[in-house]
Structure formats: C-alpha cells, structure tokens
C-alpha cells in the first residue's frame, strides 16, 4: 500500500542540517525514502540551499548587520529572500542575527526605530557525522556509541556554513590519522550545508580503548599541519579522548569518539 505520509517542510530542513537526534534522523530519513519525491526534495533543498551561499555567504551577511546596526536609519532588513528561500532553512544559508533592545527583549532581525544595544551573530555548529556499515541499512554513530575492530565507518561533515576543513583522528594508541584532506598542505573546501561523505571509508583497527574523530573547520583557507601537529601534542595524553586540540580561537572544532571494546 503506498503512504500518503509527506514529510513537511520544517522537519525537511532539520533533515537536510541534520539538527535531529541521530535514531530520528535516521527514522525520518527512511519515511523521506518512501515517499515518491522525498528523496528529490531534499536534493532540491541542500542545492537551493548551496546556491543561496554562493549569493550571500555567512561572513558578508555579518558584515552588512554589524554595518545596518550601526546606524539610526536602519529600519528594514537589507536584503529580500527570493522565492528560491521558500525552503532554505536560514540557519544554513545565513547567519541567524539576534538583537537584544536596552529592555532585554530579545527579537529576531532587523530592529526598527531605536539603534539596537547589542547585536550578537548565531549560526549552526559544524558536525561531524559517522555511519557505521552494516548488513542492512547504514547505522548512525553517536558519541561514545560501542565500536570494534574490524568495523567499517563513513566519515562524514555538516559544514554549516564554514569553507574550509580538516578531519584527523587519535586512536587509543596515540597513532594520529588524516583523513581530509586527501593531500596538499591546506583544509579542503567544504560544500557549505547539507551532510557530506568523505570519498573512503575506514575501517577500524585493534586499537585499545577508543578511536576519535576531529573536524577542525573555519570561513577561511588554513594549513593542515597545525592542526596534525595539535592531535600528536593530545594523542599521548591521558584525556586524549576528551581534551580540544590546541589551536587558534579562529577554528572550530568538534568531535566524536567511538569507545573500543574487545
């Protein structure tokens, strides 16, 4: 019997960002699947959601509300959405701004009237996403989800807007792996939004205990081997598993640790 469920257009959004925990992303991915144009909306959305970014990328968005705030006659919003915004979640096309008036009243956009007290820039954390292969479907991973030796993972990123990125991994033997990018001495570029695979996958090795993944990314180009030579600095260190890399505030960076049992 086919479903006439049709998945709607915010949790579309969460979909695309993967905003969602990861046994209901993978839930509301599967329904997506079934659908007769599921699959070809959400290709639609991550590609309206690129071409957005290309047209206003995150750092020029900031400058222009930082700019807008600055000034009495700032009493509309400095850009139009076009129609191709209808189901661009604006967390990944563009900087979310939120502005907090003298009475603490927090409002989103552009205010109008007085000139705003204070005018703070949000936007989505980049993640770092792993499926682990398996006889079915592909499994999500969590932090700190069970792994094992001989088990195969795909790497993959939600960029969230920044352009550049690393990805390295420290295992429970302090042996320090990169895995993006595939060479040269700079970050890869990163697609802008959606969820994005690494070109292999990885297979686990016996090493002890557990095996954690970084991505370091940021908005500009930067070299890959501060953040190699921060991962060998932690590996042979007690909270290896846990400690942030030592490295510039201008990077960004997340993890996710898989714990190794034998």
Do not use: C
């Not at 993978?26 to 290309?54: F, M, Q």
């Not at 661009?88 to 009243?105: E, I, M, N, T």
């Not at 959606?194 to 686990?204: D, F, I, N, P």
Request: aromatic content about 4%; overall charge negative; glycine content about 6%.
């Amino acid at each position: 019997m086919t479903s006439t469920h049709r998945t709607p257009d915010w949790l579309l959004e969460r979909i695309a960002l993967g905003e969602l925990p990861p046994a209901e992303l993978a839930a509301a991915r599967a329904r997506l699947a079934e659908e007769p144009d599921g699959l070809a909306r959400l290709a639609a959305l991550e590609a309206d959601s690129r071409a957005t970014l290309e047209k206003l990328p995150p750092a020029r968005v900031v400058r222009e509300v930082n700019a807008r705030a600055s000034r009495p006659e700032a009493s509309r919003p400095f850009f139009r959405l076009s129609p191709a915004w209808g189901l661009v979640p604006v967390l990944a096309a563009v900087a979310l701004f939120v502005v907090v008036r003298p009475s603490g009243q927090v409002s989103s956009g552009v205010a109008t009237g007085e000139v705003p007290e204070v005018t703070r820039v949000k936007g989505l954390a980049p993640q770092l996403v792993i499926h682990r292969q398996a006889a079915g479907r592909p499994e999500r991973l969590a932090d700190r989800a069970a792994a094992a030796a001989g088990d195969v993972v795909q790497v993959g990123y939600i960029a969230a807007g920044r352009s550049h990125g690393v990805i390295v991994s420290i295992d429970g033997n302090g042996a320090v792996t990169l895995h993006a990018p595939d060479e040269g001495p700079q970050a890869m570029p990163l697609a802008p939004s959606g969820t994005q695979a690494l070109s292999r996958a990885y297979e686990l090795d016996d090493a002890p205990h557990f095996e954690r993944f970084i991505f370091v990314a940021s908005d500009a180009p930067f070299d890959v081997e501060p953040v190699l030579a921060a991962a060998r600095a932690l590996s042979g260190k007690p909270d290896a598993s846990t400690a942030p890399l030592s490295l510039p505030g201008n990077l960004t960076q997340v993890s996710l640790t898989l714990e190794k049992h034998e």
